[in-house]
């Protein structure tokens, strides 16, 4: 996936351009989209493919409600893996944001000190610890539950703590003011 393509399903300024906003459009500086990628390509004929198997062979195999929840289920499933699709885009166009906003040979010229490799941490990474840490609570909070105890706000769970401490942790309820 490139900042400007001349396939559409990979080019990052076209791709992430809204059509119904003016705000968030990028004219592409090439003249069209003329190439395809064989593998979006595939893609988009396998599902093809797979929604004219439900729509012309399950009646034989389904009754007629059967075969709308499989209608449903899979159009919920296109819907998701074209999200996907959209979503790695993104991701490639945010990673390259965050090159773009870290000059990392500015910092290398001003300090003197080469760097060769620079690391990002996404939220999502480095959690490993606290949930090491939550597991456990989380794992006491449905021991609770199991005995008859009902969770419906935070001091519940903090009740919950109370009575089935955790090792080497303390759980508090707090109020703001």
Known sequence: MDEESECADHCRCFAL???????????????SHHISCERCNELRLVVDEVEACIKNHSSNLYSEEQRDDLLYDFNTSKTKIFAWKCHIMRGVNQEQAKQDAIPIQDVSDRSGIAVECYDFSEP??????????????????????????????????????????????????????
């Not at 809204?18 to 003249?31: A, V």
């Not at 903090?158 to 003011?177: H, N, Q, W």
């Open 124 to 177: 999502q990474q480095g959690k490993d610890v606290c949930d090491r840490v939550l597991c456990p609570m989380k794992a006491s909070i449905r021991r609770y539950c199991a005995e008859w105890n009902d969770i419906l706000n935070a001091s519940d769970m903090g009740k919950a703590l109370e009575e089935r401490p955790v090792k080497r942790t303390t759980a508090a309820v707090c109020t703001l003011d």
């Open 17 to 31: 351009s809204d059509i119904s906003d003016k705000d968030f459009q990028k004219q592409c500086s090439h003249s």
